[in-house]
């Protein structure tokens, strides 16, 4: 069993700042890739920023400059740091993360129950 738990949504006014945290945890023998995605109202869910587990950022044209990926591959952590945030940050926020859980060969995509961000003024 592999679990993936989001924290530090919230509300912030425009041009505030946000900062969501995923930690994984259960029978995990490594971690490739990490991401955080996004589902605004009435939309399709979107990729926001990827990480490869080399520490390697990707990030989405409407948030790049503005938001930066990290993570600590020993405390199997994902963090999203969200600044000059703006009115269509507004989303459910998923983490991401494709595991190799532990005795298997075939790594699986995982993902969180979301956290709510609200940037309103």
């Known amino acids: 069993q592999v679990q993936l738990v989001e924290s530090g949504g919230g509300s912030v006014q425009p041009g505030g700042s946000l900062r969501l945290s995923c930690t994984a945890s259960g029978s995990i023998g490594d971690i490739r890739n990490m991401a955080w995605?996004?589902?605004?109202p009435g939309k399709q869910r979107e990729l926001v920023a990827t990480?490869?587990?080399?520490?390697?950022?990707?990030?989405?044209q409407s948030v790049t400059g503005r938001f930066t990926i990290s993570r600590d591959?020993?405390?199997?952590?994902?963090?999203?740091?969200?600044?000059?945030?703006d009115l269509a940050d507004t989303a459910v926020y998923y983490c991401y993360a494709l595991i190799l859980r532990t005795g298997t060969t075939t790594p699986i995509p995982s993902w969180g129950q979301g956290t709510q961000v609200i940037v309103s003024s």
């Open 37 to 40: 995605y996004r589902r605004a």
């Open 51 to 60: 990480i490869t587990n080399t520490g390697l950022p990707n990030y989405a």
């Open 73 to 85: 591959n020993a405390k199997r952590t994902v963090d999203l740091e969200m600044n000059k945030m």
